[in-house]
C-alpha cells in the first residue's frame, strides 16, 4: 500500500489538541490515514453496533438519520443498526448496502423525556450483555435527532471513546455544565474534569460500553432513590464516568456539530449534525 511518509517534524495539525496528557488521541480531521485505517479494520473483519433510541415522535428522525448514515457511516464494513423503540410499525424501510442491517428492538417507554435519554443507559447495558456481545464488536452509541454529512468511519474506534461537546470545547473547566450538587453521583468539582462530553455520541468495545453504561445507571438509580435527578441527565453521569475512566479516544466536535453553533475555521468537517426540532412539540408527546 502507498502512502505519504509521516514526518516527524511536520505535525499534521498544529491549531488543536490532538493527544490528551494521557496519550489518548483526540480525532480531528487531517490527523488520520483512513486507508490505512480501513486496511486494519478489514483485516480483522470487523462490526459495528450502531445504537440509537427513538420512542414515540422521536421515530420522525430515523429516515433521514438511517439514510445519510448509509451513505456516511461506516461504508464498507458491516454494520448492525439496533434501533430500540415503542414503534416497531413506525420504523422506515430503508434500503442497506451489503453487510449492513436494521435490527428492530422493542422496549417501553416513558412519559418524561428526561426519562427516556435517562434510561438509555440502561436498556444499552441490558442488550449489551444479553445479545450485541454475541453480534458485534464494537458499538456506537448517538442521539437520533442527527443527521451525517461527512464520512463517520473506522477512526473513531477504540476500547471506549467520547466525543466534544460543540458548546464546550474552548470552555475552561469551571464553566462546564458538570453535576455541582454534591448529593447527586454525578458530582464534580469546579476544579476537576479534563473536557465537557457530548451525551449523544460514545462508544467503544461491547464490553466497555456494557461497564460504561451499567455504571452510569446505577449511579441514575442512586440519584432516583435520594430524589434528585442530574443537571443534564445521562450527560451529567457519562461526564463523570469519563473523568474516572479516561476515554481511550477522544472525538473532536466534527463529529458532533450543531449549526447554530457557526463554523469556526478549526472545523474542517462537520460529520454528523444537529437536525433542528421543536421542542414543545416533540417532546413529551
Ligand atoms: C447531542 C447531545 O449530546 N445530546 C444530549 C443532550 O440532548 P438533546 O437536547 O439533544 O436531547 P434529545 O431530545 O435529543 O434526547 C436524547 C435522545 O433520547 C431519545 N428520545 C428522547 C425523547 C423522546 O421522547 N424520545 C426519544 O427517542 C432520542 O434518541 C434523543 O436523540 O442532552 C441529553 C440529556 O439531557 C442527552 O445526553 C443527549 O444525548
Ligand atoms: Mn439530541
Same mark, same amino acid.
Given at each position: ?7 516527524t517534524?511536520n505535525?499534521?495539525?498544529?491549531d488543536?489538541?490532538?493527544m ?11 490527523t ?6 480501513n486496511q486494519?479494520?478489514?483485516l480483522? +473483519?470487523? %462490526?459495528?453496533?450502531?445504537? =440509537?433510541?427513538?420512542?414515540k415522535?422521536y421515530?420522525? #428522525?430515523?429516515? !433521514?438519520f ?8 461506516m ?5 448492525n ?15 442497506l ?12 417507554n ?15 447495558s441490558l442488550f449489551?450483555k444479553?445479545?450485541?456481545i454475541?453480534?458485534v464488536d464494537?458499538?456506537?452509541?448517538v442521539?437520533? +435527532?442527527? %443527521?451525517?454529512?461527512?464520512? =463517520? ?7 471506549? #471513546?467520547?466525543? !466534544?461537546?460543540?458548546?464546550?470545547f474552548?470552555t475552561q473547566?469551571?464553566?462546564f ?17 479534563d473536557?465537557?462530553?457530548?451525551g ?10 456494557y461497564?460504561?453504561t ?10 432516583k ?5 442530574a ?11 469519563f ?17 447554530s ?11 454528523f ?11 413529551n408527546?
Amino acid at each position: 500500500m502507498n502512502y505519504s511518509q509521516p514526518q516527524t517534524m511536520n505535525p499534521l495539525r498544529t491549531d488543536v489538541l490532538v493527544m490528551t496528557p494521557w496519550f489518548a488521541p483526540i480525532v480531528w480531521d487531517g490527523t488520520f490515514n483512513i486507508n490505512l485505517l480501513n486496511q486494519q479494520f478489514k483485516l480483522r +473483519d470487523v %462490526k459495528i453496533g450502531l445504537t =440509537v433510541f427513538a420512542i414515540k415522535k422521536y421515530v420522525v #428522525f430515523l429516515q !433521514l438519520f438511517l439514510e445519510t448514515a448509509e451513505r456516511y457511516f461506516m461504508v464498507g464494513h458491516k454494520v448492525n443498526y439496533y434501533i430500540m423503540t415503542d414503534r416497531p410499525e413506525a420504523v422506515p424501510k430503508v434500503t442497506l448496502g451489503e453487510g449492513r442491517s436494521i435490527v428492530v428492538l422493542k422496549i417501553q417507554n416513558y412519559s418524561r423525556w428526561q426519562d427516556v435519554s435517562l434510561r438509555r443507559m440502561e436498556m444499552i447495558s441490558l442488550f449489551a450483555k444479553e445479545q450485541f456481545i454475541q453480534e458485534v464488536d464494537y458499538l456506537v452509541c448517538v442521539d437520533v +435527532d442527527m %443527521k451525517f454529512s461527512d464520512c =463517520v468511519g473506522v477512526e473513531i474506534l477504540s476500547n471506549i #471513546f467520547g466525543t !466534544l461537546h460543540p458548546g464546550f470545547f474552548r470552555t475552561q473547566r469551571q464553566h462546564f455544565t458538570y453535576e455541582r450538587r454534591l448529593e447527586s453521583q454525578a458530582y464534580i468539582a469546579h476544579d476537576e474534569g479534563d473536557f465537557y462530553y457530548a451525551g449523544g455520541f460514545f462508544g467503544g468495545t461491547v464490553e466497555e460500553v456494557y461497564k460504561l453504561t451499567n455504571q452510569c445507571h446505577n449511579a441514575i438509580m442512586t440519584d432516583k432513590a435520594n430524589s434528585i435527578e442530574a443537571l443534564w441527565h445521562d450527560e451529567s453521569h457519562l461526564n463523570k464516568y469519563f473523568l474516572n475512566h479516561k476515554p481511550t479516544k477522544i472525538l473532536s466536535p466534527e463529529y458532533l456539530w450543531d449549526n447554530s453553533m457557526g463554523v469556526p475555521i478549526v472545523l474542517r468537517k462537520r460529520r454528523f449534525v444537529a437536525v433542528p426540532k421543536n421542542h414543545a412539540q416533540i417532546r413529551n408527546k
